[in-house]
């Protein structure tokens, strides 16, 4: 074995771990310290030769940042801070914001631990946040940096992950029950909703459901989309067999309270301790609707599917009861996009006034524990912002670099307190830039949805509080009458949109009345009204700077790696201008400050 450089006597444990390719080459290990703002890496690639590892903006390498490090064949390392500047050149930093832990190499992989803090004070480094990551790794086969003809990889993560299964509470007896469709063929068809009515376990006493996972037919991964199980009442007369959820009968859109939902992207999600999903009492739903979307775009044929949901349950009880509450805007018939839109957003408002009345005896205070936001694919960003008293409270969900093959039920550092009386606002960031028709909101994927899902306990009688703005207003304000929201609606196709047109209905859709639909898990629903506040975005925390600056290296000495070699110059050097020697291994002149502190302490 080579052994490089280590730095510290021991690196803390890693709690959470991935593959970050399909063939299981490249293995992540990360932790992060939220008092010192640190996170700590541990990468291990299948290979001997170099190895990269960092974060870009939407897969590109123009603005990623990430470092590359190795062992040398004579035993010495090479570890170094790098940015992209363009799709062809990737330039070391002058500034070296990661420290390296340890990079050790044996037969066959290469395993490199360092750090860096949240937010840095480079402006070449991307912020690590509470956002979906966009990760850039790859891999050479041997030293020779030869960036661009690597093995580059790119990954969507969500990396603020505040606790992991082995600390949480498992049961020790527990059972196993699975909802799933059996051998439903899929339709050729770009956008399936296939619900079924099922039963959930039968059991004596009451059980927590304290756990949940998807099954997802090998080779349908990338045909179903979501999988949501809703609670049915018990008085609700449920229709046999399998059939399109939103289709001719509409009694296969019956039950509305959602008990588990999965999303593309998503795995499996452990309850906290406090709190689980209550069956066996006659409180408690007894059957669930199974509602599986499948987008089928390739309309591939002959596909068979038994996928569902696997529920993990206890007669260990758990302190409280848990619900989950659908948040946003109402899907249809009222949400558009204007077409060629770089950027618009969408608001639905939940009003809890309500609540109370409809519950049929005071709420208690909700305790969100955790969240589950959906867009389709034009949607940027998602954010929950909690209000109270007309006051802004907190942002309690959000995620400003939304990546639809990515959605997951995601935990809270700190649970949230949500008081009846407060209101709720779910703000989506949509682009439809390339898009030359209106996007409505609708069940396809094509269409669009601005949605969070907000995990809680106690639980409650309320399924869903829901908003959408008088499309009246907003037709009026874009020039066009319109006597009630069906002619709204239709006012909107007449419009002719440019920037002016697009800028004026997103303002409109902000300053509308909202009316707020309220529905509980008996379906009984009432409108209330509402509307949208103003968003106080948070100062985001002072960067840290731990870097270790090269001395007396000049951004005209800075090694700078280009795919293919243009005419060099004093400030834009190719490879080959910096390392005339093709033969022997390329060492960038930024490496030679850390090759010196591994000598010396080797």
Same mark, same amino acid.
């Given at each position: 074995?080579?052994?490089?450089?280590?730095?510290? *006597?021991?690196?803390?444990?890693?709690?959470?771990?991935? &593959? +970050?390719?399909?063939?299981?080459?490249?293995?992540?290990?990360?932790?992060?310290?939220?008092?010192?703002?640190?996170?700590?890496? $541990?990468?291990?690639?299948?290979?001997?030769?170099?190895?990269?590892?960092? &974060?870009?903006?939407?897969? =590109?390498?123009?603005?990623?940042?990430?470092?590359?490090?190795?062992? +040398?064949?004579?035993?010495? /390392?090479?570890?170094?801070?790098?940015?992209?500047?363009?799709?062809?050149?990737?330039?070391?930093?002058? *500034? !070296?914001?990661?420290?390296?832990?340890?990079?050790?190499?044996?037969?066959?992989?290469?395993?490199? %631990?360092?750090?860096?803090?949240?937010?840095?004070?480079?402006?070449?480094?991307?912020?690590?946040?509470? $956002?979906?990551?966009?990760? /850039?790794?790859?891999?050479?086969? #041997?030293?020779?940096?030869?960036?661009?003809?690597?093995?580059?990889?790119?990954?969507?993560?969500?990396?603020?992950?505040?606790?992991?299964?082995?600390?949480?509470?498992?049961?020790? @007896?527990?059972?196993?029950?699975?909802?799933?469709?059996?051998?439903?063929?899929?339709?050729?068809?770009?956008?399936?909703?296939?619900?079924? &009515?099922?039963?959930?376990?039968?059991?004596?006493?009451?059980?927590?459901?304290?756990?949940? =996972?998807?099954?997802?037919?090998?080779?349908?991964?990338?045909?179903?989309?979501?999988?949501? @199980?809703?609670?049915?009442?018990?008085?609700?007369?449920?229709?046999?067999?399998?059939?399109?959820?939103?289709?001719?009968?509409?009694? &296969?859109?019956?039950?509305?309270?959602?008990?588990?939902?999965?999303?593309?992207?998503?795995?499996?999600?452990?309850?906290?301790?406090?709190?689980?999903?209550?069956?066996?009492?006659?409180?408690?739903?007894?059957?669930?609707?199974?509602?599986?979307?499948?987008?089928?775009?390739?309309?591939?044929?002959?596909?068979?599917?038994?996928?569902?949901?696997?529920?993990?349950?206890?007669?260990?009880?758990?302190?409280?009861?848990?619900?989950?509450?659908?948040?946003?805007?109402?899907?249809?018939?009222?949400?558009?996009?204007?077409?060629?839109?770089?950027?618009?957003?969408?608001?639905?408002?939940?009003?809890?006034?309500?609540?109370?009345?409809?519950?049929?005896?005071?709420?208690?205070?909700?305790?969100?524990?955790?969240?589950?936001?959906?867009?389709?694919?034009?949607?940027?960003?998602?954010?929950? @912002?909690?209000?109270?008293?007309?006051? !802004?409270?907190?942002?309690?969900?959000? $995620?400003?670099?939304?990546?639809?093959?990515?959605?997951?039920?995601?935990?809270?550092?700190?649970?949230?307190?949500?008081?009846?009386? #407060?209101?709720?606002?779910?703000?989506?960031?949509?682009?439809?830039?390339?898009?030359?028709? +209106?996007?409505?909101?609708?069940?396809?994927?094509?269409?669009?949805?601005?949605?969070?899902?907000?995990?809680?306990?106690?639980?409650?009688?309320?399924?869903?509080?829901?908003?959408?703005?008088?499309?009246?207003? @907003?037709?009026?304000?874009?020039?066009? =009458?319109?006597?009630?929201?069906?002619?709204?609606?239709?006012?909107?196709?007449?419009?002719?949109?440019?920037?002016?047109?697009?800028?004026?209905?997103?303002?409109?859709?902000?300053?509308?009345?909202?009316?707020?639909?309220?529905?509980?898990?008996?379906?009984?629903?009432?409108?209330?009204?509402?509307?949208?506040? $103003?968003?106080?975005?948070?100062?985001?925390?002072?960067?840290?700077?731990?870097? %270790? *600056?090269?001395?007396?290296?000049?951004? =005209?000495?800075?090694?700078?790696?280009?795919?293919?070699?243009?005419?060099?110059?004093?400030?834009?050097?190719?490879?080959?201008?910096?390392?005339?020697?093709?033969?022997?291994?390329?060492?960038?002149?930024?490496?030679?400050?850390?090759?010196?502190?591994? !000598?010396?302490?080797?």
């Amino acid at each position: 074995m080579q052994n490089g450089q280590r730095s510290h *006597s021991t690196i803390p444990p890693l709690r959470f771990s991935v &593959f +970050l390719d399909p063939t299981h080459q490249i293995y992540l290990r990360w932790d992060h310290d939220e008092e010192s703002s640190l996170m700590t890496f $541990d990468l291990q690639a299948q290979s001997t030769g170099w190895v990269a590892f960092g &974060f870009t903006n939407h897969g =590109e390498i123009t603005g990623a940042d990430f470092v590359i490090g190795g062992v +040398l064949p004579d035993g010495n /390392i090479y570890f170094s801070d790098w940015h992209g500047v363009n799709e062809e050149t990737i330039l070391e930093d002058e *500034s !070296q914001d990661y420290e390296l832990l340890s990079l050790t190499q044996d037969d066959t992989s290469t395993t490199m %631990t360092f750090r860096r803090h949240f937010r840095t004070c480079d402006k070449h480094d991307l912020d690590i946040t509470s $956002d979906t990551l966009r990760l /850039i790794t790859g891999y050479g086969t #041997d030293d020779t940096i030869d960036f661009f003809k690597g093995k580059i990889i790119h990954k969507s993560l969500f990396m603020m992950v505040f606790s992991n299964e082995d600390e949480l509470h498992s049961p020790s @007896v527990y059972h196993v029950y699975d909802l799933k469709l059996n051998d439903f063929p899929i339709p050729v068809d770009d956008t399936t909703y296939a619900c079924t &009515f099922l039963p959930l376990p039968i059991v004596k006493q009451k059980h927590h459901i304290y756990k949940f =996972e998807a099954m997802i037919t090998p080779r349908n991964e990338t045909i179903v989309h979501h999988i949501l @199980v809703y609670g049915c009442g018990n008085a609700s007369v449920l229709p046999s067999g399998v059939s399109d959820c939103y289709g001719g009968d509409p009694d &296969f859109a019956l039950c509305s309270q959602i008990v588990v939902g999965w999303a593309v992207g998503g795995g499996s999600y452990m309850f906290p301790d406090e709190t689980g999903i209550s069956i066996g009492t006659p409180l408690d739903a007894q059957w669930v609707r199974l509602e599986i979307h499948y987008s089928n775009f390739n309309l591939i044929p002959d596909l068979i599917d038994n996928s569902g949901i696997r529920l993990y349950y206890t007669p260990e009880l758990r302190p409280y009861d848990m619900g989950v509450l659908q948040t946003g805007l109402f899907t249809f018939p009222i949400h558009f996009i204007p077409p060629g839109a770089e950027s618009f957003m969408s608001y639905g408002v939940c009003n809890t006034s309500l609540f109370d009345e409809m519950n049929g005896t005071p709420v208690p205070d909700m305790h969100v524990f955790g969240y589950l936001l959906h867009t389709h694919l034009a949607g940027l960003g998602v954010r929950g @912002v909690q209000y109270r008293n007309g006051e !802004q409270v907190t942002i309690i969900c959000e $995620d400003n670099q939304y990546d639809f093959n990515l959605q997951e039920t995601r935990g809270m550092k700190k649970e949230v307190v949500f008081k009846p009386g #407060d209101e709720f606002l779910v703000e989506c960031h949509y682009q439809t830039k390339y898009r030359t028709e +209106l996007t409505f909101g609708g069940p396809s994927t094509l269409n669009e949805m601005c949605l969070a899902f907000l995990f809680y306990y106690p639980r409650n009688n309320i399924s869903s509080c829901m908003g959408y703005p008088d499309i009246q207003y @907003v037709a009026h304000q874009l020039g066009q =009458e319109a006597a009630d929201a069906m002619e709204g609606m239709m006012a909107i196709n007449l419009v002719e949109w440019d920037n002016e047109t697009i800028k004026t209905a997103e303002k409109a859709c902000k300053e509308a009345d909202q009316i707020v639909m309220i529905k509980t898990i008996d379906e009984l629903l009432r409108n209330e009204t509402g509307f949208v506040r $103003d968003i106080v975005d948070a100062e985001p925390p002072p960067c840290k700077d731990i870097s %270790t *600056s090269m001395p007396g290296l000049q951004p =005209e000495g800075q090694a700078k790696y280009q795919a293919a070699p243009p005419t060099v110059t004093s400030k834009a050097l190719s490879t080959k201008g910096i390392f005339p020697f093709p033969a022997l291994l390329f060492i960038p002149l930024g490496f030679t400050w850390l090759l010196a502190s591994s !000598q010396s302490r080797l």
